[in-house]
C-alpha cells in the first residue's frame, strides 16, 4: 500500500497579491478559448453593438473580409479575461490601459490565449496595496499576435508588513502612432461599402477635429447582465461576482467589470459613428469611477484627431475621446470639472478607429 503523504500539498490557489509579482515575470494564462458564433450572439444580447462588419457575413464578405469578424471588444475581453486569474484576482481595481493594438482579425472558430509580463511594480503609500504594471498579448492558434496591450490594476498585499520592491514605473505611449494602425483591417472595397445598410452616410471625410457628439441613447445595467457577461470571458475576479464577501467591502456590493463600461459606450456610439467599424487601437483608458447594477449608462465623443494611414487609400482614422456618464445624459457633454471629473463620468477613453473614406 502507499503510505499516506506527512504534508497534503495545497490544490487550490489563492492567486498571486503584490508581493508575488517581480519585473520581467512572464506568464502563460491558463485555459485557452475557442470563439464561437454562439459566443458573438451571447455578446451582440448583452450590448446590442450594431456595426454591419461584425453583424453581417455578406456584408463583411462584399467588402473584402472573408466573413464577419469578431467583434473587436469581445476579443479584448476574452484575452483580458485570460489574464485575470494570474493578475487581478485579489485587485482592489484595475486603473487604465494604454498601448493596446488590436494586430489580426478574429473570426467564429479561432482559439485564444494570452500570455503577459510584468513591466512595472510600485507599492502604494498605505503599505496595503501596491500597482502592478503588465503588458498582455492574445494568440491565436497559429501563434498569430491578435491584440496586445498594457494595463495597470491595485492588487492587494498579503502581508501589510512586508518591504515594499524597487519602484519601477514604465514610460508608456501617449498615442499609438498612425502608421501602427490597420493590421486587423484588410483592404476593403469601398464602392461595394453599402452606406444604407450601414446605417450611417457619414466617413472618414465627413467628420472634423473638435467635433462633439451626443451618442444620445441610454442602458441600464442589470445585475444578471453584467455577471453573465463577466461568465462570457471567463473573468474571475472576485469584486465582480461573491455578492457575500463583496457586502462586507468598501462599496458593499458587487462591482461592474470595467470592460462593460466600455462596451455598452461603444454600443452607444453607433449613433454617431455607424461606420466607424474597427476599433484599431487604444491609446489610453481610466475607470473614473465604479458601475453598479441598476445604473444607466450614457456616452459621448470628440474627435481628437484624423490620420491617414500610410500606403492606404480605403480607410481613414479617427482618434476619439469617448465619455461614459452613469445616470447623467450627455446632451452638455460632461467631462471634467475643477482638478477632476463631473461626478457622473465613469470611463474616459482614447481610442482609434477606422472608417471607410
Known sequence: MTPHPTAVVPKT???RFFEDFRVGDVIRHATPRTVTTGDVALYTALYGPRFAVQ???AFAAAIGYPRSP????????IVFGKTVPDISINAVANLGYAACRFLAPVYPGDTLSAVSEVIGLKENSNGETGVVHVRSTGFDQNGTAVLD???WVMVRKRDKASPAPAEVVPTLPRVVAPEALG???PAIDVEAYDAALAGSSFRFDDYAVGETIDHVDGMTVEEAEHQIATRLYQNTAKVHFDGHRQAQGRFGKRLIYGGVVISLARALSFNGFGNAFHIAAINAGRHVAPLFSGDTVYAWSEVLEKADLPGRDDV?????????TKNKPCDDLPFKEGDGYDPSVILDLD???LLPR
Do not use: T
Open 55 to 57: 453583424s453581417s457575413d
Open 13 to 15: 490557489q489563492p492567486g
Open 149 to 151: 496591450y498594457v494595463r
Open 183 to 185: 493590421d486587423a483591417c
Open 70 to 77: 469578431v467583434d473587436d471588444l469581445l476579443v479584448f475581453h
Open 316 to 324: 481613414g482614422a479617427l482618434r476619439l475621446r469617448m465619455i461614459a
Open 351 to 353: 481610442l482609434w478607429v
